[in-house]
C-alpha cells in the first residue's frame, strides 16, 4: 500500500488503520495458494480510510474491507469468487489472472450481488480486475511507464497486468507481477523492471491513501508456497 505515513500504519493483521485508531477487523484466513480454487484460503485485508470523507457525523471512521485474490480463471471460479464476497463481507476485491477478455468477463453474477466490476484482459493469460460495492471510478489500464515485454522473435506489447480505479475516496489497484522463473531466464528481467518501475510511478501516488495490492510472484516465506 502507499499512503501519508503521517496518516497510516500498518498492523500484524494485515489492516491499513488511522494511527490514532485502533479499529479494524482482522484477517479472515492465511493465504497457503495465491491461485488457490479454494476461497476459504483468499487472503482478506481490513483497511480504514484515512480521509476526511469517512468520517461519520460523529468523528467514527469507517472502515473498508479490501481483499486480493488470484482467482485462476474468473470464468471458472465465479461462483466462488461471489460466494466469497458475501461470505467474508468484502467490499472491495483485487483480482487476478482473471484469464478472460472484457466482454468475457461473467459480470452478471456480480452485479447480482451489488458489485460494480472493471476488468483488464487481452486473450487467455493474465488479466486483472476489480469488483467493488463502493463505487468504482477513475478506472486506469496499465500505470504510466509500465514495461512492455515480447519473447524473442516477437513483438513486445504491454501486457495485461494492472488495474487500478477509485473506490469511494481510497484509490486501488489490482496487479499481476510477472513470475521471474529464472535469475537467467528473460522474464527475470521484466520482472525486476515491472517492479522498479511500479515502485517508481508509486512514488507520486503518496498524497493520497493508495493501496496497491495482487499477486507479486514473491515468497519471502515458506508459508507462501502452497506446495
Same mark, same amino acid.
Given at each position: ?46 483497511? /480504514? ?84 460495492? /463502493? ?14 515485454? $515480447? ?5 513486445? /506489447? ?9 473506490? $469511494? ?30 515502485? $517508481? ?12 495490492? $495482487? ?13
Amino acid at each position: 500500500f502507499v499512503a501519508p505515513a503521517s496518516s497510516c500504519a500498518i498492523s500484524d493483521s494485515l489492516s491499513l488503520e488511522r494511527a490514532t485508531s485502533t479499529t479494524s477487523r482482522p484477517a479472515d484466513a492465511n493465504c497457503h495458494a495465491n491461485s488457490s480454487p479454494s476461497p476459504e484460503l483468499a487472503p482478506v485485508m481490513s483497511a /480504514v480510510a484515512t480521509t476526511p470523507g469517512y468520517a461519520g457525523c460523529a468523528g467514527t471512521v469507517v472502515p473498508m474491507r479490501i481483499a486480493t485474490w488470484n482467482v485462476n480463471s474468473l470464468r471458472a471460479r465465479v461462483d466462488r469468487v461471489v460466494e466469497f464476497l458475501d461470505r467474508a463481507n468484502v467490499d472491495v476485491l483485487l483480482m487476478q489472472e482473471i484469464k478472460c477478455k472484457p466482454e468475457q468477463a461473467p459480470l452478471t453474477a456480480f452485479a447480482a450481488a451489488g458489485y460494480e466490476v472493471a476488468t483488464h484482459g487481452h486473450n487467455q493469460w493474465n488479466g486483472v480486475a476489480i469488483a467493488s460495492r /463502493v463505487g468504482l471510478v477513475d478506472v486506469r489500464q496499465g500505470f504510466q511507464g509500465q514495461p512492455a515485454f $515480447g519473447k524473442p522473435g516477437q513483438d513486445e /506489447v504491454v501486457e495485461a497486468r494492472a488495474i487500478g480505479a477509485t473506490c $469511494g475516496d481510497v484509490d486501488v489497484w489490482s496487479v499481476y507481477v510477472p513470475n521471474g522463473r529464472g535469475v537467467a531466464d528473460p522474464h527475470y528481467g521484466y520482472k525486476r523492471e515491472f517492479l522498479q518501475r511500479l515502485a $517508481g510511478t508509486a512514488s507520486g501516488w503518496v498524497g493520497r491513501p493508495t493501496i496497491i495490492g $495482487g499477486d507479486f510472484n514473491v515468497v519471502p516465506l515458506p508459508t507462501d508456497i502452497w506446495n
